[in-house]
């Protein structure tokens, strides 16, 4: 092929700022999505990743956003140690199997020069008994619940920690699976049955809500069927989301444990009727895989989405500085940011060193929802051009610097509810109601991703495990809109 | 003794909420008061403390805070791994001694049922290399650095962490000394000695400042002595705080590592000459022990003494309710707390079933700066009774609502520099200036307490030695007001 045939050929695809694209290579992209944007990396601790700046300024807008929601409900942060000593794991059988298999085991306290001259864990300095680097903290805050629990006075107690947990995994993903991750983890106590259930479908919505309004990230809420349940549940709740290739990802769910982790580690108080009886507990947690879950939803070829409400820069400023007026424009911009700031809006001026084009494509590639463009020519007229990320450069426009500010916010608005309705009609579409084995088993095999719905009859069916197998499939979730009688399935992270 | 003499004796000594005093048994008080404030508690994890609701919510405070200000400054939060590799550890040299010595080693990745029921380490799952719980992070950060750093270009780079440590300690003591504490620790690189010097300079003032403004910890500024300095450092900047047993509390540091850790980890720029260079870093870092400071700083006989700026509850609203009129009482109250927050005021509405002196006494143990009580008589009238906490009875005063709250605020603030003043004056009146060693024997031997100062000469005399070792004496910190020609001598915790 002669140089110029080529080029055609190039020129046939249109030039995307990630390599490999969507259709290309998903989790490929994933990866490259995330160093883009310069969000995380891996660490040279094995499955453990490093939240960068720009990763861990998105967490920690969902986190003081999230952290807002749940003091209202009446919950109170607090802090719990990371060990938990072995012989708590035993006290929940559920639990021990659950989690006792991925933990990372702490067992010495003091390292000494080896024999080699290296480094090794002092054998004079071995623990009598093992701890464990929480995975979850059901069980340590259970043991505390006992002794601050005494009366029904001292109920609802709501306690949540924001903190990072451990869980020994073999294949890791940025954000989506390693093996030390951030989150929050909550646990409220109560009374009785009816106020635990109904506890734990009040969080799961509290989930649901906040991932569409501030991630604008689209869930199906529901419960688990039986064989998904957290060790020790006697229902968990999720809301469950689905990435651009068609798989689910478990966005967060709530725990009904009813009174079994309040008999194991004997959280009894003395009730209304002045009888001892035993709590009835919840848990629930989201953590940094929502960041992955928000990636795999809006990013595009070219690189992040970020939705405002969480975006840690909602405008990016570029001064296009030509020749002698750099100073001057580099001033305005700053005013200009400021003059966002004071209406609430995070602002960022890129007045680094590199070219023009180059800060364009920064700007895209971090997913920063709108681009401004200031130019001498511009600033003498009081103007500026602006772009979506969302929806590129059909969006391009040239305003006053006045109507800018009093259009922004609404413009902002207006991206965060187009990437919902944009994710909501992706997964509508991808959403298959069918009504048997055969029906899935074709669907699948004609390699039709997404979801399917049938009736619980139908997946409880004995014969469905080759088909699960066959494709890889699991229970995602019983949709509430359906009361139980449908369930969700499909492939997921 | 018959009962009226009984009595008689018992009323000589006024009561307190808490016992001992702080006369009759400091450390214990200091507990005492912990407990009776409910900030924090002994867990079953050796040496690890729970940190409950109202002590989180007051770390949240000062991690809110102090995290404006740092961002202000340009530093960037960022995620760093919990686990660091053995041999990371042995890197600086000197860094290896001061941390290895007292770490939780990570050596097995999975547990499993044992021959005796319980649950062991699994062999099969030991660690080729085994981890250490991160004591701090200088080594895992700094390796990043050297991937991150290309040249001079990416300089200074401000990195900080908000997270949990460990540092397997035998004598431990809630907030003061915990083998888990929660802390920030900073770590920026920047392109020469120069820079590096005046960034630990404007960090230990950042803290100090901290203190001052928002703690109301009075603390001394300067350098630590070349024997105290951080494992590594060329320079350890430090702020002592005076415990009111007079003892010191170390209350921050941060240090100028010079190119040590550049060295060690490679971290290299290319420089405006285009030359190859190491790096010149710092870190810094302050904790969860601020809160022990600020207890023994603050609390009386009485229990806790929070300031206004960083208290979790600024005003506790007790209803005084007799009969029939609680309902519209509360009602009242709830009004009150609304219009408190709509001017920025955290307050608080003891509505619990408790017995009014209780929930005075309540609000006196947790140190709510302004308390304020409202009976049947004076909702009619449109009034309320405030009392400081800092002042007691004699600030008692009924006021109309109005005037409440358009003083409120400047009520609080005068709380604020009030505390800072008295503790101020206490560090003054127990600071002695001194010129020799026999001076100081012979202060420590009338068991003056308190601080000593004297010339940097007269402590590194070997002739010191003794009489450290007597008194068990360190040097605190050599202050810049004295341009390091002295050094400040205490015992410390």
């Not at 080029?7 to 695809?13: A, D, L």
């Not at 509290?206 to 064989?227: H, M, Q």
């Not at 929502?290 to 992040?304: E, F, P, Q, V």
Request: charged fraction near 30%; include cysteine; aromatic fraction near 8%.
């Amino acid at each position: 092929m002669n140089q110029q045939a080529q080029q055609k050929q190039q020129n046939k695809k249109p030039r995307t700022a990630i390599t490999p694209t969507r259709d290309e290579d998903f989790p490929e992209w994933y990866q490259q999505v995330i160093k883009a944007a310069d969000m995380a990396e891996n660490s040279p601790v094995r499955g453990c990743m490093i939240i960068k700046p720009y990763g861990f300024a998105l967490w920690e807008n969902i986190q003081r956003s999230f952290d807002d929601i749940i003091k209202d409900l009446g919950v109170q942060n607090a802090y719990f140690p990371l060990l938990i000593p072995m012989s708590f794991m035993s006290k929940e059988a559920e639990h021990v199997d659950g989690f006792a298999t991925e933990c990372a085991v702490v067992t010495h306290h003091r390292l000494e020069k080896g024999e080699e001259g290296g480094l090794v864990p002092a054998e004079s300095a071995k623990l009598g008994e093992p701890y464990i680097i929480r995975p979850t903290s059901e069980t340590i805050i259970g043991d505390s619940m006992s002794r601050w629990i005494q009366s029904y006075r001292d109920l609802p107690m709501k306690l949540n920690q924001w903190c990072n947990v451990m869980r020994w995994e073999m294949r890791t993903r940025l954000f989506l699976r390693t093996s030390e991750f951030l989150w929050q983890e909550g646990h409220n106590a109560f009374e009785n049955g009816e106020e635990s259930r109904e506890d734990a479908l009040k969080m799961v919505h509290a989930y649901a809500d906040f991932a569409e309004e501030y991630l604008a990230l689209p869930v199906i809420r529901g419960e688990k069927t039986e064989d998904e349940r957290f060790p020790g549940a006697i229902a968990t709740y999720s809301m469950e989301a689905m990435m651009q290739d068609g798989k689910a990802l478990q966005a967060g769910t709530s725990h009904d444990m009813g009174d079994n982790f309040a008999r194991s580690f004997g959280i009894m108080f003395q009730g209304r009727d002045e009888k001892e009886a035993h709590a009835h507990t919840t848990s629930w947690g989201i953590s940094t895989r929502l960041i992955g879950g928000m990636i795999m939803t809006h990013a595009d070829d070219d690189g992040m989405i970020m939705p405002p409400r969480v975006a840690p820069i909602q405008v990016q400023i570029i001064p296009i500085t030509k020749g002698d007026n750099a100073e001057a424009l580099i001033e305005y911009c700053n005013e200009l940011k400021a003059a966002l700031k004071k209406i609430g809006v995070r602002a960022n001026v890129d007045d680094s060193d590199g070219r023009t084009p180059d800060k364009m494509w920064g700007a895209v590639k971090k997913g920063i929802p709108l681009r401004v463009e200031i130019g001498g020519r511009e600033m003498e007229a009081g103007q500026l051009t602006h772009v979506r990320r969302d929806v590129g450069k059909d969006s391009k426009a040239t305003v006053s610097q006045d109507e800018f500010l009093s259009s922004v916010q609404s413009v902002l608005d207006d991206i965060q509810s187009s990437l919902l309705e944009k994710a909501r009609a992706f997964m509508n579409e991808n959403m298959t109601e069918v009504s048997s084995l055969e029906d899935i088993r074709n669907h699948y095999k004609n390699d039709k991703g997404g979801f399917v719905k049938v009736d619980v009859s139908v997946w409880s069916d004995p014969k469905f495990e080759k088909v699960k197998d066959e494709f890889k499939l699991t229970p995602r979730v019983m949709p509430f809109d359906d009361n139980g009688d449908k369930v969700i399935i499909g492939k997921a992270y």
